[in-house]
């Protein structure tokens, strides 16, 4: 079956009593059992029945067999926000006296988290072009845990080489791990390409307009967890096995004893962000490839940066990774840090915000917010440049958006 066929005819883990077509809310923190075994069952993890909602919830779980589905994973994790998938996964897969060999090239709080969070309990953070993957070989050793990067980074919009980084993985034995935000699972298949963990922060296309946070780890069972350094993680494939031991560490430690998981609320309203995902994808990026193509014919900006462009370096390997749309997302290049600050507070359609593949479109000066705590030379090490302004584009008119831009660059 297709992504929405897939999605809109997972069945609920148990039949509702009135038949709700929509999933309802579970808003209760505890849940009741028929004998004092099937208790036992549920917390010691020998049966699927919710527990206590900050283990599990039933809404969250309908959330996470819908993507389940949709991707073909071994097992996904719904979580609070994209940034505590990120944690919880490197919390899983790292130790004090092991490396993680990470894009340079990442979202400013994944940088901070690896390099200054992570950095403070022993592990240490070997950041490396993910363009080259040599490189990436090269500060790959026996004591890596994982490699990590952004499918497309942001905001600088490189394009990464998949495929040859899983090579890369395969030959050093270590997990592959991806934030794959930029593109939605329903438009290309990650673990075809070698990935063995996908972090998405929910929060973007998922929810589709900005109505509440969540973040997605998706195991896909591909990596031998027995090849893994950490002795942590064999523990767990003693225990569940070598294609289980990352979700089970988890499951059934690390939301158990950090809390973190969505909330039936969030997961509500992600299920419904499913439904649409597709259908509002394929809007918004035909929109950016159109509105990035019109910005190139404008006096006043000096480039344009998206890799649906046939200008665009990385056009050729974006396009056979996922096809002619390349996300929802461009950046164009002003005079100065200035011209862009007046750009953006000219602007009358596009908002003046964070966050991505919100139904609205939105913009932000990365250097001065999203990277405005990083100096000068560590931007300059991470190709933020002053000069770049940020669009998201929504799903308005690409003709009223092409309107306000041109009239805010006057």
Same mark, same amino acid.
């Given at each position: 079956?297709?992504?929405?066929?897939?999605?809109?005819?997972?069945?609920?883990?148990?039949?509702?009593?009135?038949?709700?077509?929509?999933?309802?809310?579970?808003?209760?923190?505890?849940?009741?059992?028929?004998?004092?075994?099937?208790?036992?069952?549920?917390?010691?993890?020998?049966?699927?029945?919710?527990?206590?909602?900050?283990?599990?919830?039933?809404?969250?779980?309908?959330?996470?067999?819908?993507?389940?589905?949709?991707?073909?994973?071994?097992?996904?994790?719904?979580?609070?926000?994209?940034?505590?998938?990120?944690?919880?996964?490197?919390?899983?897969?790292?130790?004090?006296?092991?490396?993680?060999?990470?894009?340079?090239?990442?979202?400013?709080?994944?940088?901070?988290?690896?390099?200054?969070?992570?950095?403070?309990?022993?592990?240490?953070?070997?950041?490396?072009?993910?363009?080259?993957?040599?490189?990436?070989?090269?500060?790959?050793?026996?004591? $890596?845990?994982?490699?990590?990067? &952004?499918? @497309? =980074? %942001?905001?600088?919009?490189?394009?990464?080489?998949?495929? !040859?980084?899983? #090579?890369?993985?395969?030959?050093?034995?270590?997990?592959?791990?991806?934030?794959?935000?930029?593109?939605?699972?329903?438009?290309?298949?990650?673990?075809?390409?070698?990935?063995?963990?996908?972090?998405?922060?929910?929060?973007?296309?998922?929810?589709?307009?900005?109505?509440?946070?969540?973040?997605?780890?998706?195991?896909?069972?591909?990596?031998?967890?027995?090849?893994?350094?950490?002795?942590?993680?064999?523990?767990?494939?003693?225990?569940?096995?070598?294609?289980?031991?990352? $979700?089970?560490?988890?499951?059934? &430690?690390? @939301? =158990? %004893?950090?809390?973190?998981?969505?909330?039936?609320?969030? !997961?509500?309203? #992600?299920?419904?962000?499913?439904?649409?995902?597709?259908?509002?994808?394929?809007?918004?990026?035909?929109?950016?490839?159109?509105?990035?193509?019109?910005?190139?014919?404008?006096?006043?900006?000096?480039?344009?940066?998206?890799?649906?462009?046939?200008?665009?370096?990385?056009?050729?390997?974006?396009?056979?990774?996922?096809?002619?749309?390349?996300?929802?997302?461009?950046?164009?290049?002003?005079?100065?840090?200035?011209?862009?600050?007046?750009?953006?507070?000219?602007?009358?359609?596009?908002?003046?915000?964070?966050?991505?593949?919100?139904?609205?479109?939105?913009?932000?000066?990365?250097?001065?917010?999203?990277?405005?705590?990083?100096?000068?030379?560590?931007?300059?090490?991470?190709?933020?440049?002053?000069?770049?302004?940020?669009?998201?584009?929504?799903?308005?008119?690409?003709?009223?958006?092409?309107?306000?831009?041109?009239?805010?660059?006057?």
């Amino acid at each position: 079956m297709k992504y929405e066929t897939k999605v809109l005819t997972t069945k609920y883990q148990k039949p509702d009593a009135y038949g709700a077509l929509a999933m309802p809310v579970y808003h209760s923190a505890a849940f009741e059992f028929p004998t004092a075994a099937a208790m036992s069952d549920a917390f010691c993890g020998r049966s699927m029945s919710p527990s206590y909602s900050r283990i599990a919830n039933p809404t969250v779980m309908h959330l996470e067999e819908r993507v389940r589905q949709a991707t073909g994973a071994l097992s996904v994790t719904a979580l609070n926000t994209g940034m505590t998938a990120i944690a919880y996964t490197f919390t899983a897969v790292c130790g004090a006296g092991f490396n993680v060999v990470a894009s340079r090239h990442l979202f400013g709080n994944s940088v901070s988290l690896l390099r200054d969070t992570l950095g403070q309990f022993g592990v240490e953070t070997r950041f490396a072009d993910f363009r080259n993957p040599a490189e990436v070989e090269s500060l790959t050793d026996e004591k $890596t845990v994982a490699l990590f990067f &952004e499918i @497309i =980074t %942001n905001p600088q919009l490189y394009v990464a080489d998949i495929k !040859a980084l899983a #090579e890369v993985a395969a030959r050093k034995s270590v997990p592959l791990i991806a934030d794959t935000t930029i593109i939605p699972f329903s438009r290309w298949h990650a673990q075809e390409l070698g990935v063995d963990i996908e972090v998405v922060s929910s929060t973007k296309y998922i929810s589709g307009g900005g109505t509440g946070l969540g973040g997605l780890i998706i195991d896909y069972g591909r990596y031998d967890w027995s090849k893994s350094p950490l002795p942590a993680i064999q523990k767990n494939v003693k225990r569940a096995g070598r294609r289980m031991a990352f $979700t089970a560490r988890i499951k059934t &430690e690390l @939301i =158990t %004893n950090l809390g973190g998981l969505m909330t039936p609320q969030a !997961a509500y309203m #992600e299920t419904l962000g499913l439904d649409t995902l597709d259908i509002r994808y394929q809007r918004q990026a035909g929109s950016t490839l159109w509105l990035a193509k019109e910005c190139e014919k404008l006096a006043g900006i000096s480039r344009v940066n998206y890799p649906g462009l046939s200008s665009s370096p990385d056009h050729t390997l974006a396009t056979r990774q996922f096809g002619s749309l390349a996300g929802a997302v461009f950046t164009i290049d002003l005079a100065s840090k200035e011209a862009c600050f007046d750009f953006i507070d000219r602007l009358q359609v596009i908002h003046r915000a964070t966050n991505l593949f919100d139904r609205k479109s939105l913009a932000i000066h990365p250097a001065s917010t999203i990277f405005g705590l990083f100096t000068p030379e560590q931007r300059e090490e991470m190709s933020v440049p002053e000069t770049t302004v940020r669009l998201s584009i929504g799903l308005e008119e690409p003709e009223d958006l092409l309107a306000d831009i041109r009239q805010a660059l006057r």
